[in-house]
């Protein structure tokens, strides 16, 4: 399964499962993050305080552009994996080009699957590996108004509307 990565991203898998024997407990999530905002944010760190590592699984551009539209992403694959390192809460972040995360899901098999409380449970890809191997799902509390795609239909309207 971990064929589907590249290859510094199968090096990062190797050392996930490494310190996952050493005992540490894996959460997982994942998204497209295209515009990281504040809701981002309040994710990530609650995902992170689950755990021990958290690992983000980051749509790839063309991931992206079949789940979402031509129009996106907004930013390439490198400059939103490059944001989403630098922030304290992320460990690693391991792309993926399938239209649902579902085989890095299977390869990595986190002890804490992460999505936002706008999915219900039957909604999340994965779960029923995770739970399946003891592993158990959380749903964070969504912030509403503060989805990305939200942010650019409003940026949208203000500009239709300044034209």
């Known amino acids: 399964m971990a064929s589907v990565l590249s290859p510094r991203d199968n090096r990062l898998l190797a050392q996930i499962k490494n310190r996952r024997l050493q005992g540490e ?4 999530t994942n998204g497209v993050f295209d515009l990281i905002h504040p ?3 309040f994710l990530l760190e609650e995902a ?3 755990g021990d590592i958290l690992v983000v699984g980051l749509n790839r ?5 079949v789940n979402k539209g031509d129009l996106r992403p907004l930013f390439p694959y490198r400059n939103r994996r490059e944001l989403l390192l630098a922030l304290r809460s992320v460990d690693y972040v391991l792309g993926f080009s399938d239209k649902t995360p579902l085989r890095l899901i299977r390869s990595l098999s986190p002890d804490i699957l992460v999505k936002g409380g706008d999915y219900t449970p039957d909604q999340v890809v994965g779960r029923d590996w995770v739970e399946g191997h003891g592993g158990r799902l959380v749903l964070i509390p969504y912030r509403r108004g503060l989805s990305s795609t939200n942010l650019i239909e409003r940026t949208l309207a203000l500009t239709q509307r300044g034209s």
């Not at 551009?61 to 552009?65: E, G, N, P, R, T």
């Open 25 to 28: 407990r894996v959460v997982f």
């Open 39 to 41: 809701g981002h944010l």
């Open 61 to 65: 551009d063309l991931s992206v552009k």
């Open 48 to 50: 992170k305080s689950l």
